[in-house]
């Protein structure tokens, strides 16, 4: 299940929330060689605030299995501040529109199909949050490997400019609307029967 972390809850999941950005440590700094900060084993970076969303999806055994960031786009995020130049128009701006970033599978998962799975299943929770706190719209950047999944994945996205290098990658920014048809679509093309985030101890949270 994908738990959805905000600074309301954020006090009941320490123990998920440490493993996440020591799982985020592990992929964007040892393995693909990120130039990010950490400390103590940890990557943080001056966006995970008190008001990043996190989402956080937990296995049967309490095991961390994939993990990503979501920020209000009317403060400092990631489009903004670093990748604007991806954005023919400007990052989009709004109270409705949030950013996600942060996409990262445990280090044990392996690649391929693994990955595809659980990208989708991040895909649905991304849409079943939105949904529940009013989002209409999720800007985020990716590269070589995200965005072609991401494209596909039966939600509506579209990128705002054309692909770019920078450093050892080729990125693009792209937008997705936030719907019910949206996400039953992405359900369907990922064959989950129902929802898969839980918010705190509230419930499922049902955003079809």
């Not at 997705?176 to 064959?191: E, I, K, N, P, W």
């Amino acid at each position: 299940m994908i738990q959805i972390i905000t600074r309301d809850n954020r006090r009941l999941f320490h123990h998920a929330l440490m493993e996440m950005h020591r799982q985020r440590k592990q992929v964007f700094i040892d393995r693909m060689h990120w130039r990010l900060s950490e400390s103590m084993g940890l990557e943080i970076d001056e966006f995970d605030s008190e008001e990043a969303m996190y989402l956080i999806d937990v296995d049967a055994n309490g095991d961390v299995q994939q993990s990503a960031r979501l920020l209000p786009t009317l403060s400092p995020h990631l489009m903004s501040e670093v990748f604007a130049k991806l954005c023919d128009d400007g990052p989009p701006r709004s109270a409705r529109v949030w950013e996600a970033s942060r996409f990262c599978p445990a280090p044990t998962i392996a690649k391929g199909a693994p990955r595809r799975d659980l990208l989708a299943r991040m895909i649905a929770g991304i849409l079943e949050t939105s949904i529940l706190f009013g989002i209409e719209k999720v800007s985020f950047v990716a590269g070589a490997a995200l965005a072609p999944l991401a494209d596909q994945a039966g939600w509506n996205v579209r990128a705002l400019g054309p692909k770019q290098r920078m450093g050892r990658e080729r990125l693009v920014a792209m937008l997705a609307d936030v719907t019910s048809d949206g996400l039953a679509a992405v359900r369907q093309r990922a064959r989950l029967t129902g929802p898969v985030t839980r918010f705190a101890d509230a419930g499922l949270a049902r955003a079809a």
